[in-house]
């Protein structure tokens, strides 16, 4: 490497952060602790997709300086420590951590598959949501609440497991109910044989 641009490089640790000018201060390690002035983040684009990156106060970076003896300068990224490695990461992943560790979204290559751990999932679309695949399970501790003018439901088979099934308001069936129990209504019992008040 050029010496001049070796010497341009430095390694320290972010001490301050201006969200509005998406700008940080450095405390150099290799500069006595002097601390930059605030140094234009850089951050990766991945085609037409621009992905928003500001570190946190203590981040371990490393930054180009500018050779004109100002303290102007560019933050190149972060970089990994001893506390800080990729922990569980394989070869062809991606992982994005959040602070805490709530977050966890995996992108993996070799198998094509995304993996997300969170707290909350938020999906705000002006258009269709689709999703095709080839099955689909749904597994919740709580109430699962689904909020609809209309609800459409297609398939040859449709079947509901439950111990008791509920429903609050009128129902309407267009063909054929079979029925291997009994069935009661308001005021009313329907057996096989037919309906009893």
């Known amino acids: 490497m050029n010496e001049d641009v070796y010497n341009m490089?430095?390694?320290?640790?972010v001490s301050s952060v201006d969200l509005k000018t998406a700008s940080c201060r450095v405390a150099y390690d290799d500069l006595d602790g002097h601390v930059s002035a605030n140094l234009q983040i850089l951050y990766p684009a991945l085609g037409m997709w621009r992905v928003f990156?500001?570190?946190?106060?203590?981040?371990?970076?490393?930054?180009?300086?500018?050779?004109?003896?100002?303290?102007?300068?560019?933050?190149?990224?972060?970089?990994?420590?001893?506390?800080?490695?990729?922990?569980?990461?394989?070869?062809?992943?991606?992982i994005l951590v959040s602070n805490d560790s709530e977050t966890i979204i995996v992108l993996d290559a070799k198998t094509g598959a995304v993996s997300v751990k969170c707290k909350?999932?938020?999906?705000?679309?002006?258009?269709?949501?689709v999703i095709d695949s080839k099955g689909i399970l749904i597994e919740a501790t709580e109430e699962i609440i689904v909020t609809s003018p209309k609800i459409k439901l297609s398939a040859k088979d449709f079947i509901i497991e439950t111990d008791l099934l509920t429903v609050e308001g009128?129902?309407?069936?267009?063909?054929d109910v079979e029925n291997t129990g009994d069935m009661k209504t308001i005021g009313q019992h329907i057996d096989g044989i037919g309906i009893h008040s």
């Open 9 to 13: 490089l430095h390694c320290g640790q």
């Open 53 to 94: 990156y500001v570190p946190k106060p203590a981040d371990h970076v490393t930054v180009l300086r500018s050779p004109n003896g100002n303290e102007e300068g560019f933050l190149l990224g972060t970089r990994y420590t001893a506390t800080n490695m990729p922990g569980s990461a394989e070869e062809g992943q991606i």
């Open 120 to 129: 909350d999932v938020s999906i705000n679309a002006a258009g269709e949501t």
């Open 170 to 175: 009128n129902l309407f069936v267009n063909g």
